[in-house]
């Protein structure tokens, strides 16, 4: 039990801080290296090891992530960047255009990829304008979490308890949909409010000729058509992590693109993480998740949706979304209604991440690659649209789910 509880809580600590100080150990090393020592030291088995990991979570997560690689490589991205804007005549349309794409894209197609794309395209717009690009940077990060709340496949954690706990996708968005609505909207209101010359004006906007977007027309259509069919197959309740490595496979299959191009798209490190995290709880679950633990955390009363709602905005805000959510795992189960329980953890859990710079991944991708562009995106400026957004969406939500749109 000490061994276990020792492993989980460094590897938990390297999850909240991000990388092991003065070594070069990220988080998916950390969670690599935790699972390891689990084997290692005996907590459980190789084989107990093998069998904690849910492959239903990595095999969906892998075909989302082949799935969005050939949306980019066949310019899709570009194509939707250049129709939004053609038709953007005032600051604030932009602003609601990039919040309404960057929400909608997300919710269906993993908010971190989203924002791997969006981020290079909303830059290269706002700088042609002559714009402040930091608010439209800020609506990419927060929209790709707003909106994401509303599906299983709009972000990782959603995956892990659409996958844990079978609710049907049909169930889970009209749940969470209007939540991620509601996001949305309070996005483009809490920008425009916190930016008010950049956005309450009448200052039409006057762009540059943009570059001719080139695309690859055989595979836009095949890549389109592909996740067109995915999502009515989500929504008619086929097995979503089938669904998902089905189309991504079968988009692998072509003349013109390189396997090697899509490959380098895909985040592996992430996929390692989510390996070593289910090892690491599952450890942690056997070694030390007694019975009687599970009932002193039940005294808590996780069935009330504020307060399983408080807990978990609270955890993913220590130790992120992900990793929370599988802490989370066993006394959600244990609740009288646990499909309740698991649609307010990934409520909570998803728009948490947007009260810091640091609160999800989405968000340091956006910084991350705004600063490659020589654009920085700082805590404080992101704090005063964040964490009133946060406070309200999460209000909103324990609202939603404790009464009129509870399951």
């Known amino acids: 039990m000490i061994a276990a509880i020792l492993i989980f809580a460094v590897t938990y600590l390297v999850m909240a801080v991000g990388k092991l100080p003065g070594w070069r150990l990220d988080r998916a090393g950390a969670a690599l290296l935790g699972a390891s020592l689990m084997v290692g030291c005996g907590v459980i088995s190789l084989d107990e090891a093998y069998r904690s990991i849910d492959m239903e979570t990595i095999t969906l997560l892998l075909g989302m992530m082949i799935v969005v690689a050939n949306l980019r490589l066949s310019g899709f991205f570009r194509l939707v960047n250049g129709f939004v804007v053609a038709r953007a005549r005032f600051p604030v349309v932009l602003l609601v255009a990039v919040v309404l794409v960057t929400g909608t894209l997300s919710a269906f197609l993993v908010n971190d990829t989203i924002c791997l794309v969006m981020t290079p395209l909303v830059i290269d717009v706002v700088q042609r304008l002559e714009r402040n690009p930091v608010p439209y940077l800020l609506a990419v990060a927060l929209a790709s979490n707003a909106g994401s709340v509303a599906t299983v496949t709009g972000n990782p954690q959603n995956m892990i308890i659409g996958t844990l706990s079978h609710i049907p996708y049909g169930t889970f968005v009209g749940t969470l949909a209007p939540v991620a609505a509601v996001g949305l909207l309070l996005t483009i209101v809490l920008i425009a409010l916190v930016y008010p010359s950049e956005f ?26 592909t996740v067109a069919a995915m999502i009515v197959l989500f929504f008619v309740g086929q097995p979503i992590a089938e669904v998902a490595i089905l189309g991504g496979a079968l988009l692998l299959v072509t003349r013109r693109v390189k396997p090697e191009k899509v490959y380098f798209d895909i985040d592996w490190p992430l996929l390692v993480m989510f390996i070593g995290l289910f090892v690491v709880v599952a450890g942690l679950e056997k070694a030390a998740l007694t019975p009687q633990m599970i009932s002193a955390v039940g005294r808590l009363d996780l069935a009330s949706v504020p307060v399983l709602s408080g807990v978990t905005a609270v955890l993913s805000n220590i130790v992120s979304n992900v990793p929370a959510v599988l802490v989370l795992k066993p006394f959600v189960t244990h609740l009288s209604d646990p499909t309740r329980g698991w649609l307010v953890v990934a409520m909570a859990s998803t728009l948490a991440g947007n009260f810091t710079l640091i609160g999800s991944v989405a968000n340091l991708i956006v910084a991350q690659r705004a600063r490659q562009h020589g654009i920085t995106v700082g805590f404080w400026p992101y704090f005063a649209v964040g964490a009133p957004l946060t406070l309200l969406t999460i209000a909103f939500g324990v609202f939603w789910l404790a009464g009129f749109g509870a399951p």
């Open 200 to 225: 309450l004006t009448r200052q039409r906007l006057v762009a540059s000729a943009p570059p001719p977007s080139r695309h690859n027309a055989p595979l836009l259509w095949r890549s389109v058509l």
